[in-house]
């Protein structure tokens, strides 16, 4: 365990901090103090490589250049922006706290722990790296690259996904931290466990703090971290129809609330347990739109994974018969040509849907 003083780990710091100074990747929001620039990144950063953040970072700022415009913004077109990227609570989040910066704080990004820690969607790890990249506050980054490194050069046996071990990692980190230059440190071990202390194959040999590792000097290293086993990912198995009526199809928006809130899809619901899969399409749309529909014939079967779950979604290609559209879980409904589909944000699976659309297009026409 790390259980002496502070300033013992004082050469651990600086080689951190001179392996940064040479090998540090040329990330745009590296590029700048701007607290808000910083916490997009941060929140884009969440659970997402940074290959697939950069187009989307630069996009976002393009078009939301500061807190302000961000506030004044359409949800809608917030959620399109972010199409693609996942986890659209972020999305929506980063907006709610926005609105609240520019009515509540003047537009200006708070600089102490517990207003920044009280907006929408901002947790510890947020906090600390916005305060300390943003502002200099003496406050310690956790993430997964930082929790292998540590896990690896103490050989902490505590399970990096159990939530229980998080205030153990915690600790450490806080007493590694360049209280100096907060923001350096956590960027540097940062990019320590993202470019040379990976997962699988570290590059031991370059590694700056590879004196200071006991999981490199035992031969250890493939033993850490230690991981909880996790449960298998379950499948759902859902219905939905694509429903024609004069030439436009019917797209329903899901609750701001809940998963994948504010996107787009196409209507239906869950498929029951041994049910037929055409009869359960059109009883969920009944249920979910109101209307009385024929279902024409079987378009496809999607699968898509999310965080928590896969999907298994069976689409049919149905034609309105009679009803008018009376919603039953989702908040709005749209009556819209192909072209009009594309503008919406939409939800991964819906995309894949969108490619089966040809022969509905035909038979628009």
Known sequence: MLTAAPRKYEPLRKALADWYALYRRDLPWRRTSDPYRIWISEVMLQQTQVRTVEPYYHRFISRYPDVIRLARADLQSVLKLWEGLGYYSRARNLHKAAGIVASCMDGRMPDTWEALRGLPGIGDYI???????????????????????????????????????????????????????????????????????????????????????????????????????????????????????????????????????????????????GADPAVACRLQLKKAVNLDVRVARHMATISHSYTHFRLKLELYLCEWKSGRVCLSGPSDFKWLTVSGVGALPLHGAMHKALRHLGSVVAAMG
């Open 127 to 273: 906090a600390a790296a916005v305060l300390s990249i943003a502002f200099g506050r003496a406050h310690a980054v956790v993430d997964g690259n930082v929790k292998r490194v540590m896990a690896r050069l103490f050989l902490l046996d505590a399970p990096v996904n159990q939530a229980s071990s998080h205030k153990v990692f915690h600790t450490l980190a806080d007493r590694l931290l360049d209280k100096h230059n907060p923001g350096r440190h956590n960027q540097a071990a940062m990019e320590l466990g993202a470019l040379v202390c990976t997962p699988r194959a570290p590059r031991c040999p370059e590694c700056p703090a590879g004196r200071f590792c006991a999981a490199r000097r035992k031969g250890l290293t493939h033993l850490y971290p230690r991981r909880n086993r996790r449960q298998p990912v379950p499948t759902r198995r859902s219905v939905a129809g694509v429903v024609l009526k004069s030439g436009r199809m019917l797209l329903v928006r899901r609750p701001e609330d809940g998963l994948l809130g504010g996107l787009w899809e196409f209507p239906g619901g869950a498929l029951p347990e």
